[in-house]
């Protein structure tokens, strides 16, 4: 069965600073990857994705992630923080050779910018 | 033109009652999530439907019942409303296209509902 971990259920950085979330995967076949970002009183909304084409991915507002078998990482990174960044950031994986959508979540982080 | 609407977006209500939330897509995507994220924002599949078939059905107590009229519509009715069923409830959508497919989803803005 897919899981998903990620460090830190809090990450603060200051405006300007590199932000970097972690995510880990659990997963018997190869996986599908994803990153979604949850600002207050919204619903998820996607950031990028990774579907077993190049390693590193790039997705909007200036995120990237990078996919790391050897390490079964998918970290997700921004150069340079921006106030508007703050909020709730999910890592998923869903099973490629299951027959339908099941798109598991890990426990999300919350991602604060300090002035 | 929203594309994953829910309503409604608050519910306050009593322990015992029962209420339903309902959620239209107009994405054109054949199927239809609900997840439940508790206050620690811990998100849970509950129920998919593709083309109105009932396709992931999780733990759930069977208080909660889902129905999808059509492929377009996905509502959630909840018997016997308790403390712990408050929590914010998203719809979501994706284009099932077999495999491989794309675990793109869209979600709604979420469903508030307080049991007191």
């Known amino acids: 069965a897919q899981s998903v971990t990620q460090l830190g259920s809090h990450v603060s950085v200051s405006e300007g600073a590199l932000v970097l979330l972690r995510c880990n995967y659990s997963s018997s076949v190869p996986p599908y990857l994803f990153w979604y970002v949850q600002y207050p009183n919204q619903g998820l909304q996607l950031l990028l994705k990774?579907?077993?084409?190049?390693?590193l991915v790039k997705g909007i507002n200036g995120f990237e992630a990078e996919f790391k078998k050897s390490e079964t990482s998918f970290h997700l990174t921004k150069p340079s923080a921006h106030m508007s960044d703050a909020a709730e950031y999910f890592c998923a994986v869903i099973n490629m050779k299951t027959s339908y959508d099941k798109v598991i979540f890990g426990p999300g982080t919350s991602l604060s910018v300090i002035p | 033109d929203t594309a994953v609407s829910q309503t409604p977006k608050y519910l306050v209500t009593q322990m015992g009652n029962d209420k339903s939330i309902k959620c239209e897509q107009n994405?054109?995507?054949?199927?239809m999530y609900w997840y439940k994220q508790d206050s620690k924002k811990f998100l849970k599949i509950m129920f998919s439907y593709n083309n109105k078939e009932l396709i992931i059905n999780e733990t759930v107590p069977n208080r909660f019942s889902p129905k999808s009229p059509d492929k377009a519509h996905l509502n959630l009715h909840i018997n016997s409303l308790e403390l712990g069923d408050s929590a914010v409830y998203f719809c979501?959508?994706?284009?099932?296209?077999?495999?491989?497919?794309?675990?793109?989803?869209?979600f709604g803005e979420g469903s508030r509902l307080t049991v007191l």
């Open positions: 990774y579907t077993s084409a190049a390693t």
């Open positions: 994405l054109g995507h054949d199927t």
């Open positions: 979501a959508s994706s284009q099932f296209s077999g495999a491989p497919n794309t675990g793109e989803l869209f």
